[in-house]
């Protein structure tokens, strides 16, 4: 018999724009899973570390520094 579902407490809210195509892939993830975008972003976020390649992250995020600079600290 499968465990009773229950539903994960999401306290925090903020607004976020995203781009056309991260908002895509985000679709696509709801699609799949059948999540909303609260609770795909929050899976996401709280495993981030096992699911992103750690070199790879900072080799995506120096690409962009060097397409779209970097904002001094605590300025966003």
Same mark, same amino acid.
């Given at each position: 018999m499968p465990a009773k579902s229950?539903? /994960?407490?999401l306290p925090k809210r903020f607004s976020a724009a995203l781009t056309e195509d991260a908002y895509a892939k985000l679709r696509s993830l709801n699609d799949e899973w059948h999540y909303g975008n609260n609770?795909? /972003?929050t899976i996401i976020l709280e495993n981030f570390?096992?699911?992103?390649?750690?070199k790879e992250f900072e080799k995506v995020m120096q690409e962009f520094v060097e397409i779209y600079g970097q904002p001094d600290k605590g300025k966003m």
């Amino acid at each position: 018999m499968p465990a009773k579902s229950k539903r /994960l407490p999401l306290p925090k809210r903020f607004s976020a724009a995203l781009t056309e195509d991260a908002y895509a892939k985000l679709r696509s993830l709801n699609d799949e899973w059948h999540y909303g975008n609260n609770y795909l /972003l929050t899976i996401i976020l709280e495993n981030f570390d096992r699911i992103v390649d750690g070199k790879e992250f900072e080799k995506v995020m120096q690409e962009f520094v060097e397409i779209y600079g970097q904002p001094d600290k605590g300025k966003m």
